[in-house]
């Protein structure tokens, strides 16, 4: 099954982080900050769930947990879409760990990051949720 057929076409791009996850997170006790917005841009709404799905290796059920407590009334193809969404959010943070492990002057060991975030993804595409989320997907709403 080809993921492309599986995104709706009508998104509308909203302002988002693009990398959303618990260390861009600051508590000061009153408030809750999110910093380090170098890579904010339009970009489709569920996004930085999906980032947040995929750095905190959140489950299926804790993925519903979520969109609930982001839209109204969450329905399985919202749930589809973010699935299918964190899978590519993987693809997108390995190939960027990839690009880094050659360019950047940080020492980090972004080979073994690559590494984990393409496991991520195949372990996802070979979970019974991807052939599901893309049926689903694939359907009329």
Not at 20 to 30: A, C, E, K, S, T
């Amino acid at each position: 099954e080809d993921i492309r057929l599986s995104i709706p076409q009508f998104q509308k791009l909203v302002p988002c982080h693009l990398d959303l996850f618990n260390r861009n997170f600051l508590d000061d006790g009153n408030k809750i900050w999110i910093i380090d917005w170098e890579y904010s841009a339009m970009a489709d709404p569920l996004y930085d769930l999906a980032t947040w799905v995929s750095t905190d290796y959140l489950s299926i059920a804790e993925m519903q947990e979520l969109l609930e407590l982001y839209l109204d009334s969450p329905t399985p193809r919202d749930l589809a879409y973010l699935y299918l969404m964190s899978i590519l959010v993987d693809i997108r943070w390995g190939l960027w760990s990839l690009i880094q492990a050659e360019v950047s002057k940080i020492k980090a060991n972004y080979l073994d990051y690559a590494d984990d975030l393409f496991y991520q993804a195949l372990q996802k595409a070979n979970h019974p949720q991807y052939k599901q989320s893309l049926l689903l997907m694939q359907s009329k709403p």
